[in-house]
């Protein structure tokens, strides 16, 4: 009889319902149902069982598929056979032992007769199934299914009890180990289940049904015990120097389990390999996580305002002395001291240059330092470059071209300027240049690499760069390539202390260094004071900055930050 | 075989412009020629990383990223930098005012910029290490470097105080030249180590 299956709960209404009768949940959508209910299923002559293989629930079907193909191939393992106590073979009321049998369990088996829900769903189908078998109806077909549902019912009991076979006794174990087929052993293990059961678990749990077991199946919310808590549980069990006897004490079973000393088991940890880097990386993680997890000061909370104020003053204070210093008139007080004894080398030199002289000047600054560098050279080269003197230009600066031709633009002709082009000496060094002394000085062929040193020489060397590492490929060079054609340097003062060693060693003629040795060469040489003023700019600038480095370290300083952050070191 | 290639290549380049260095005469024509070639790959290394920044720039412009307004300034400044380049030469006073007028100041602005943050950082290093030894002694020498390099100290020319200004003002000078020296035994040593095959910058 068709019915409608709640969705909800299960619960069967008729065809002409509209909600379940049980939850009231909606039945609109439910397609009829085949599945009759437990009293059609007693009254139809074991129907489920006898009915096609497409009755049957997947996982039904899918076992007794497996297990008939076992038969049919004539594997010994077959259907397990049930103990003598089987709970089936006690439900066999028309029995000769009937006789033997207390008045108890006499009054129990009546009742069962007389109530149909006195026994569990299974009882009555085997019930329905012997009555069946006893009208000679499929004999062997209903014995079959009849140890096969003995089976299944011994393993929902496995799934229910979740024991280990080592808690059974050694006729249970042996039993179910030759009961237990390759293709049961095979569904227990992909379900992590222990391939043994207990056969106490069996006899009370013996009335309970084949759907229960199946929901219970299929509930993937109850989680197997571990196995290795049911194994500390057993270790808490007993003494702490020996194992319990397991199984059994037969020598000759391979399976059988022996009494184990504790102290002779040895529990192997796995090895954990840990690279130097990667513990590295997991300290620095660490560190990183110790870190960020730290109590911290809380900032003080400053007024915006007031920081706000502190800086327009300072800023205002920068802007307005350096200007003042810039723009106001006056006479630059310069100190004796900035003429050094290598600034009046190259003042020497200078003056002792012909008035048609060759010069050749290198450009190895970058235009960040133009203003510096032009400032350096402009007392010097407007001591020495005048219209009589031919002046050759060669950069090794990306614009050197730019910035050598801006400098010499107001000093000489532009016909008396030749342009030896650039020269990457921060990439190949000075030797390439150097290797070409015998070409040739044609400033307008191309390509660049052509080009050398003039091969007629040349009367003295300004080396103008900005850096100690340009300045130290140039001196190395041609003072092994021309150590006779006077060399000097009009270095920035970072570069200025690094390059004296030079001088002192005579392969350098003169040096002026930063704008100070300028200012004083500008004094000795026309008595201009265009570079003083700027000299004076500069000293308001590193007087200025001295001061806010001095404000800064005494109102700045946070002692206890520095004290926590100390301690957290 | 490619390391090997690479290998020999390194090897017999070091050690012939090595050679150069002591027999002049003999290798200068190879080393000229050596030397076109590595300025010749260095041009199209170039021209490659030339090439690579305008497609990333125009690849960021025409499929709309982050940030394209950047990108339009820098292919708009390196197309008339290269076309007035081409057309007017380097040599041309206005070409050379063009550049040189906006490379200039940005570049001292930078390193003026760059003044005031060694600043913040050395306050910083003080607010964050406290008035331990090492912060007063950065301190204290950074602000008798400054003195120093002011000038406005004057002094005798055979007195003690003389004597003490020029021990200051060396000061920098030995500790830079102790540097130099470490530098150079680290680049003798890498030299070495290219030569001997230990380090092979020349990539695998």
């Given at each position: 009889m068709p019915v409608l299956i709640c969705p909800e709960c299960g619960a069967e209404n008729d065809l002409t319902a509209e909600s379940c009768q049980e939850c009231g949940a909606s039945l609109l959508d439910v397609l009829p149902s085949t599945l009759s209910n437990q009293e059609e299923l007693g009254q139809d002559d074991l129907s489920v069982f006898s009915q096609d293989d497409h009755d049957l629930p997947d996982l039904l079907n899918a076992l007794k598929r497996e297990d008939d193909l076992q038969v049919e191939e004539g594997d010994q393992g077959g259907y397990p056979e049930m103990p003598e106590e089987s709970p089936s073979e006690g439900l066999d009321f028309g029995g000769?032992?009937?006789?033997?049998?207390?008045?108890?369990?006499?009054?129990?088996?009546?009742?069962?007769?007389?109530?149909?829900?006195?026994?569990?769903?299974?009882?009555q189908k085997i019930k329905a199934a012997r009555e069946s078998l006893e009208g000679g109806k499929d004999v062997e077909e209903h014995e079959n299914?009849?140890?096969?549902?003995?089976?299944?019912?011994?393993?929902?009991?496995?799934?229910?009890?979740?024991?280990?076979?080592?808690?059974?006794?050694?006729?249970?174990?042996?039993?179910?180990?030759?009961?237990?087929?390759?293709?049961?052993?095979?569904?227990?293990?992909?379900?992590?289940?222990?391939?043994?059961?207990?056969?106490?678990?069996?006899?009370?749990?013996?009335?309970?049904?084949?759907?229960?077991?199946?929901?219970?199946?299929?509930?993937?919310?109850?989680?197997?015990?571990?196995?290795?808590?049911?194994?500390?549980?057993?270790?808490?069990?007993?003494?702490?120097?020996?194992?319990?006897?397991?199984?059994?004490?037969?020598?000759?079973?391979?399976?059988?389990?022996?009494?184990?000393?504790?102290?002779?088991?040895?529990?192997?940890?796995?090895?954990?390999?840990?690279?130097?880097?990667?513990?590295?990386?997991?300290?620095?993680?660490?560190?990183?996580?110790?870190?960020?997890?730290?109590?911290?000061?809380?900032?003080?909370?400053?007024?915006r305002s007031f920081r706000w104020l502190v800086r327009l003053i300072l800023g205002l204070l920068l802007i307005v002395g350096l200007s003042l210093s810039l723009f106001t008139g006056g006479k630059a007080e310069l100190p004796q001291g900035l003429l050094q004894p290598h600034t009046e080398a190259l003042m020497r030199w200078a003056k002792a240059l012909p008035t048609d002289a060759s010069l050749l000047i290198i450009v190895d600054y970058a235009p960040g330092y133009a203003g510096e560098l032009s400032l350096i050279a402009s007392p010097i080269l407007k001591q020495v470059v005048h219209?009589?003197?031919?002046?050759?230009?060669?950069?090794?600066?990306?614009?050197?071209?730019?910035?050598?031709?801006?400098?010499?633009?107001?000093?000489?002709?532009?016909?008396?300027?030749?342009?030896?082009?650039?020269?990457?000496?921060?990439?190949?060094?000075?030797?390439?240049?150097?290797?070409?002394?015998?070409?040739?000085?044609?400033?307008?062929?191309?390509?660049?690499?052509?080009?050398?040193?003039?091969?007629?020489?040349?009367?003295?060397?300004?080396?103008?760069?900005?850096?100690?590492?340009?300045?130290?490929?140039?001196?190395?060079?041609?003072?092994?390539?021309?150590?006779?054609?006077?060399?000097?340097?009009?270095?920035?003062?970072?570069?200025?202390?690094?390059?004296?060693?030079?001088?002192?060693?005579?392969?350098?003629?003169?040096?002026?260094?930063?704008?100070?040795?300028?200012?004083?060469m500008e004094r000795m040489l026309s008595g201009s004071e265009v570079v003083a003023r700027r000299w004076r700019a500069y000293q308001t600038g590193v007087l200025l900055l001295m001061a806010m480095l001095v404000v800064g370290v005494i109102f700045n300083s946070d002692s206890k930050a520095a004290e926590s952050l100390r301690g957290e070191q | 075989m490619k390391k090997i290639l690479a290998i020999s290549v390194a090897i017999v380049t070091g050690l012939f412009v090595l050679g150069g260095y002591f027999f002049q005469d003999q290798l200068s024509p190879f080393l000229a020629l050596i030397f076109d070639w590595g300025i010749l790959l260095a041009g199209v290394a170039g021209l490659i990383g030339v090439g690579y920044l305008l497609r990333w720039h125009l690849s960021k412009?025409?499929?709309?990223?982050?940030?394209?307004?950047?990108?339009?300034?820098?292919?708009?400044?390196?197309?008339?930098?290269?076309?007035?380049?081409?057309?007017?030469?380097?040599?041309?006073?206005?070409?050379?005012?063009?550049?040189?007028?906006?490379?200039?100041?940005?570049?001292?602005?930078?390193?003026?910029?760059?003044a005031v943050t060694l600043l913040y950082a050395s306050l910083?290093?003080?607010?964050?290490?406290?008035?331990?030894?090492?912060?007063?002694?950065?301190?204290?020498?950074?602000?008798?470097?400054?003195?120093?390099?002011?000038?406005?100290?004057?002094?005798?020319?055979?007195?003690?105080?003389?004597?003490?200004?020029?021990?200051?003002?060396?000061?920098?000078?030995?500790?830079?030249?102790?540097?130099?020296?470490?530098?150079?035994?680290?680049?003798?040593?890498?030299?070495?180590?290219?030569?001997?095959?230990?380090?092979?910058?020349?990539?695998?």
């Amino acid at each position: 009889m068709p019915v409608l299956i709640c969705p909800e709960c299960g619960a069967e209404n008729d065809l002409t319902a509209e909600s379940c009768q049980e939850c009231g949940a909606s039945l609109l959508d439910v397609l009829p149902s085949t599945l009759s209910n437990q009293e059609e299923l007693g009254q139809d002559d074991l129907s489920v069982f006898s009915q096609d293989d497409h009755d049957l629930p997947d996982l039904l079907n899918a076992l007794k598929r497996e297990d008939d193909l076992q038969v049919e191939e004539g594997d010994q393992g077959g259907y397990p056979e049930m103990p003598e106590e089987s709970p089936s073979e006690g439900l066999d009321f028309g029995g000769a032992e009937d006789e033997n049998i207390p008045d108890w369990l006499k009054r129990i088996r009546e009742r069962a007769s007389r109530e149909k829900d006195s026994s569990g769903e299974i009882t009555q189908k085997i019930k329905a199934a012997r009555e069946s078998l006893e009208g000679g109806k499929d004999v062997e077909e209903h014995e079959n299914y009849e140890s096969w549902i003995k089976y299944l019912r011994v393993q929902g009991i496995d799934k229910g009890a979740g024991k280990p076979m080592e808690a059974e006794s050694p006729d249970d174990n042996q039993d179910a180990d030759e009961g237990d087929s390759d293709w049961l052993s095979k569904i227990k293990k992909a379900q992590g289940k222990p391939l043994a059961i207990d056969r106490d678990e069996v006899s009370d749990r013996e009335g309970d049904s084949l759907l229960q077991w199946l929901v219970a199946l299929e509930d993937k919310g109850k989680k197997p015990k571990p196995i290795l808590e049911e194994e500390e549980e057993v270790q808490g069990k007993h003494t702490e120097d020996t194992l319990p006897t397991l199984i059994s004490s037969d020598q000759d079973d391979p399976q059988a389990t022996q009494q184990i000393n504790k102290s002779e088991l040895r529990f192997e940890l796995p090895e954990l390999s840990v690279s130097r880097e990667e513990q590295a990386q997991a300290d620095q993680l660490t560190a990183t996580i110790v870190d960020e997890r730290a109590s911290r000061l809380p900032r003080k909370q400053e007024s915006r305002s007031f920081r706000w104020l502190v800086r327009l003053i300072l800023g205002l204070l920068l802007i307005v002395g350096l200007s003042l210093s810039l723009f106001t008139g006056g006479k630059a007080e310069l100190p004796q001291g900035l003429l050094q004894p290598h600034t009046e080398a190259l003042m020497r030199w200078a003056k002792a240059l012909p008035t048609d002289a060759s010069l050749l000047i290198i450009v190895d600054y970058a235009p960040g330092y133009a203003g510096e560098l032009s400032l350096i050279a402009s007392p010097i080269l407007k001591q020495v470059v005048h219209e009589d003197v031919f002046v050759f230009m060669m950069s090794s600066s990306l614009s050197g071209t730019l910035l050598g031709g801006r400098l010499l633009d107001q000093l000489v002709a532009e016909d008396r300027v030749t342009d030896l082009g650039y020269f990457p000496v921060s990439a190949y060094g000075a030797y390439g240049m150097a290797s070409r002394t015998t070409s040739g000085d044609s400033a307008l062929s191309l390509p660049e690499l052509g080009k050398g040193l003039p091969s007629r020489g040349v009367d003295g060397v300004l080396l103008l760069s900005d850096s100690y590492e340009g300045a130290r490929m140039w001196i190395e060079q041609l003072s092994a390539l021309i150590p006779e054609t006077p060399l000097n340097l009009l270095a920035a003062a970072q570069a200025g202390p690094m390059l004296l060693p030079y001088w002192e060693s005579g392969q350098v003629t003169g040096l002026i260094a930063g704008i100070s040795e300028a200012a004083g060469m500008e004094r000795m040489l026309s008595g201009s004071e265009v570079v003083a003023r700027r000299w004076r700019a500069y000293q308001t600038g590193v007087l200025l900055l001295m001061a806010m480095l001095v404000v800064g370290v005494i109102f700045n300083s946070d002692s206890k930050a520095a004290e926590s952050l100390r301690g957290e070191q | 075989m490619k390391k090997i290639l690479a290998i020999s290549v390194a090897i017999v380049t070091g050690l012939f412009v090595l050679g150069g260095y002591f027999f002049q005469d003999q290798l200068s024509p190879f080393l000229a020629l050596i030397f076109d070639w590595g300025i010749l790959l260095a041009g199209v290394a170039g021209l490659i990383g030339v090439g690579y920044l305008l497609r990333w720039h125009l690849s960021k412009l025409i499929n709309h990223k982050k940030g394209r307004f950047h990108s339009v300034v820098v292919l708009s400044a390196f197309i008339f930098a290269f076309v007035a380049g081409f057309v007017l030469t380097p040599q041309n006073a206005f070409y050379r005012d063009l550049i040189l007028n906006i490379q200039v100041p940005v570049e001292a602005s930078l390193l003026a910029v760059l003044a005031v943050t060694l600043l913040y950082a050395s306050l910083r290093l003080i607010r964050v290490r406290g008035w331990s030894p090492m912060a007063i002694a950065f301190l204290l020498s950074a602000l008798v470097s400054l003195t120093l390099d002011l000038g406005l100290l004057q002094t005798g020319s055979d007195s003690l105080a003389a004597d003490l200004l020029g021990i200051l003002e060396r000061l920098p000078l030995a500790g830079a030249r102790g540097i130099l020296l470490g530098m150079a035994l680290g680049g003798l040593v890498v030299g070495l180590r290219v030569l001997l095959t230990m380090d092979r910058p020349y990539g695998e």
